[in-house]
């Protein structure tokens, strides 16, 4: 498998990093202070992939606070409000798409 610093990065419009936080599995986002976020409006937002590439870098050598980050596309509305960019994305902001079963 290839490393995502390896990949040839294509950036078409705003994206952050993302990834899982190790200790519990949580989605999280890389911020432009270098750290991590549970919530997307934190994320650092690059629209180049020059910028993609350094962001990730820096993601990828926190192997401890995360793991298996990667470049995902946001939107931004026109009040700044940042969205997850595609399905993926919107599924895991949002959580689980159906209804776990409770422990009796």
């Known amino acids: 498998m290839t490393s995502p610093l390896q990949q040839k990065i294509k950036i078409t419009g705003p994206s952050m990093i993302t990834a899982n936080r190790t200790g519990d599995g949580a989605v999280i986002y ?3 202070k ?3 976020s549970n919530v997307l409006a934190d994320a650092a937002i690059v629209r180049t992939a020059d910028e993609a590439r350094a962001l990730l870098a820096d993601a990828v050598q926190d192997d401890l606070g995360a ?3 990667y470049i995902a596309p946001v939107t931004i509305s026109n009040s700044g409000e940042v ?5 993926r994305e919107q599924i895991r902001a949002r959580g689980v798409t159906i209804e776990l079963p409770v422990d009796a």
């Open 30 to 32: 890389r911020t432009a």
């Open 34 to 36: 270098k750290g991590w």
């Open 67 to 69: 793991i298996g980050s």
């Open 83 to 87: 969205e997850p960019g595609n399905l």
